[in-house]
């Protein structure tokens, strides 16, 4: 299974920004995807889940109200959009697959499978 988080880029604050994140070597119905970020110097931390068909979805407070997840099955793709960055917001986003039972999705070592990152800057 191989994950390829792509969207990132330079944004202003209060701007937008889309990533997106395309799994091949098995269909994504199977798995809970996740966004996770990690800034120079942090540990990676959690941004969002959605579960198998998009019912269930979960974000950190930093990010609720502004992100959004979304996943498209017949596309095996996921989705994160970014309303309102901020700078805080300044990160490499990783996209992730978790084979598991919906609970501790916001825990990096819950997930299987890990994209290779995009970054994203927000500029203020």
């Known amino acids: 299974v191989q994950l390829q988080a792509s969207g990132g880029g330079l944004v202003q604050a209060g701007g937008s920004l889309r990533l997106s994140c395309v799994v091949s070597?098995?269909?994504?119905?199977?798995?809970?995807m996740g966004w996770f970020r990690q800034a120079p110097g942090r540990e990676r931390e959690f941004v969002a889940a959605?579960?198998?068909?998009?019912?269930?979805?979960q974000y950190s407070d930093s990010v609720k109200g502004r992100f959004t997840i979304s996943r498209d099955n017949a596309k095996n793709r996921v989705y994160l959009q970014m309303n309102s960055p901020e700078p805080e917001d300044t990160a490499v986003y990783y996209c992730?697959?978790?084979?598991?039972?919906?609970?501790?999705?916001?825990?990096?070592?819950?997930?299987?499978?890990w994209g290779q990152g995009t970054q994203v800057t927000v500029s203020s």
């Open positions: 959605i579960s198998w068909t998009g019912a269930m979805t």
């Open positions: 070597g098995h269909t994504i119905n199977s798995y809970i």
């Open positions: 992730a697959a978790d084979f598991g039972g919906w609970g501790h999705n916001n825990e990096p070592l819950t997930y299987d499978y």
